[in-house]
């Protein structure tokens, strides 16, 4: 498995061939087969891969929580809700949610724990979306995903070797 260092180097190094993969699943991929290999390497890649040693996803995205979420990570950390929003959060109007004041997420620890553990939100304890249903129609994000995960990354360059994708040669 590449390194979470390398990842999005190596994402961007085959960012073109990527969008023909991509373009090519649209083409080529049945989605129920393709949600079914999605979570089928999602649950083996992941049942082998320690997140608590990378967590590049919350190094480079801000975390976000939704209204419902402040209550719970209030008392997980032992503060008020107003505390928890003046020290870490900022409110996103347009999303209608709060976000994390910092990158990397201000909930992250040195140890590459998540101070709020197992009450994280729900869309922090489901990146990078990789066992989720309807793929086919999310392949874009997808590239996105896999700038930052290595897992995602993983799975991307499995899936087109199963797909029998062939590479463009170079001359």
Do not use: W
């Amino acid at each position: 498995m590449i390194s979470p260092e390398k990842v999005s180097e190596e994402a961007k190094r085959l960012e073109n061939e990527n969008y023909r993969f991509s373009s090519f699943l649209k083409s080529h991929a049945e989605e129920e087969e393709l949600d079914e290999r999605f979570f089928r390497l999602h649950k083996e890649l992941f049942s082998q891969y320690d997140c608590s040693k990378c967590r590049n996803c919350c190094k480079m995205y801000q975390g976000t929580l939704e209204n419902q979420d402040l209550v719970i990570a209030a008392e997980k950390l032992g503060i008020s809700i107003l505390q928890m929003k003046d020290s870490f959060l900022s409110y996103n109007e347009y999303h209608n949610n709060y976000e994390t004041k910092h990158k990397p997420c201000d909930f992250l620890m040195e140890n590459g724990e998540c101070k709020l553990g197992e009450v994280r939100p729900d869309n922090c304890k489901d990146y990078p979306y990789t066992n989720r249903p309807e793929r086919l129609y999310s392949l874009y994000a997808v590239l996105d995903v896999i700038t930052v995960c290595p897992v995602a990354f993983e799975i991307y360059e499995r899936l087109k070797k199963e797909y029998g994708f062939r590479k463009k040669k170079r001359y």
